[in-house]
């Protein structure tokens, strides 16, 4: 299964995989899943961390380095995911989290997330 981390699980699996509930760990930690990231995630990672988030230390170079490195692919962001935004219905604000969920159904990808919001889109997104 394709399965595509929001970016808070990016973080954890990354770094605080104890923040990471048995779910999404056996999900991550599971040979047969392709595990992906956004490059919305690494541009979100980059805008917050530049604010001086506490919750976005992380350099985001190292991030993308380390993902590939681990096997993770990279989904870019198309013209066709920013139209598929029009079609969500006004669960959440956020605009990142708005992009994966329309990367995640255009694509047919199952998008994990930690994010209650998030979670209510439905087909497509697994609250772990």
Known sequence: MRLLLDTHLLLWAAGQPEKLSLTATQLI???????????????????KRSLGRDDFKVEPRQLRRGLVENGYQELMISSAHALAIEQLPPIHKDPFDRLLVAQAQAEGIVLLTADSLVGQYGEMVQLV
């Not at 930690?29 to 805008?47: G, K, Q, V």
Request: net charge negative; glycine share 0%; charged share 10%.
């Open 29 to 47: 930690n599971n040979p047969d899943n392709i595990l992906m990231f956004s490059a919305a995630s690494i541009w979100e990672i980059t805008i």
